[in-house]
């Protein structure tokens, strides 16, 4: 049962361009989610996070958007830079669980 | 602050044979969780120690077992391996007793042969 699920094994975007990543949840009980950039043969890196109590959450260059009604979260990244290349994991938690819920991931490729 | 350390960072087994794991979570966090990365499987929760103890668990067999010391340094043993063990293991700290960000190491990549 795939509580999270990242739909785009692999998004390409041109430098300079916004990317979008998309996640959606089955687990109406999730509070708490959680972006992560992750290299090949590295840990996760943490990039951004939102409360359920908000819709909206930005840090420099990204924002997560949260639509609690319909179940999905957005990563988006403004302007998209060539380092910024990578696998995108969303995660998700709820109050309790001490554990996180990831997505399959999204790869990330940005043209120059 | 030093980053989440795990040692070995690589490790070649056989069938059969045991490991053990270690991590060192960032200073001043309680909590250390630990997971499985597979290419068909994802990023799947193996448990989670607070305070020595485990307070949740993944779908694991009991081959995987763990423990957190008084320091909170981890450790994550795998008896019997089979070859499906072959994996990226990672753990990753927090600081412990409500819902806050997750930070990981760089994982210890193990091949079971």
């Known amino acids: 049962d795939q509580q999270v699920k990242q739909n785009s094994p692999s998004l390409s975007v041109q430098e300079g361009r916004i990317s979008i990543l998309n996640c959606d949840y089955t687990n109406s009980m999730f509070d708490y989610f959680l972006w992560y950039k992750k290299y090949p043969a590295e840990g996760p890196t943490f990039l951004i996070s939102i409360s359920s109590i908000k819709d909206k959450n930005e840090d420099g260059r990204f924002t997560v958007f949260l639509n609690k009604s319909a179940k999905h979260l957005s990563l988006h990244i403004v302007p998209s830079q060539p380092g910024d290349s990578a696998v995108y994991f969303c995660a998700a938690s709820f109050q309790g669980a001490q554990k996180l819920v990831f997505g399959q991931g999204t790869r990330l490729t940005i043209n120059p | 602050k030093a980053g989440v350390t795990q040692t070995p960072r690589y490790l070649i087994k056989t069938r059969g044979q045991q490991v053990t794991l270690s991590c060192s979570p960032i200073s001043g966090h309680r909590s250390v969780s630990w997971y499985q990365q597979t290419p068909g499987q994802g990023l799947q929760f193996l448990f989670e120690?607070?305070?020595?103890?485990?307070?949740n668990k993944g779908n694991f067999p009991g081959r995987f077992s763990g423990r957190q010391f008084s320091n909170s340094r981890s450790e994550m043993n795998v008896s019997t391996l089979e070859l499906g063990d072959s994996a990226l293991y990672l753990c990753?700290?927090?600081?412990?007793?409500?819902?806050?960000?997750?930070?990981f190491g760089p994982g210890t990549r193990l091949l079971v042969l």
């Open positions: 990753a700290s927090k600081e412990g007793t409500v819902q806050e960000t997750q930070y």
């Open positions: 120690y607070f305070s020595e103890t485990q307070r």
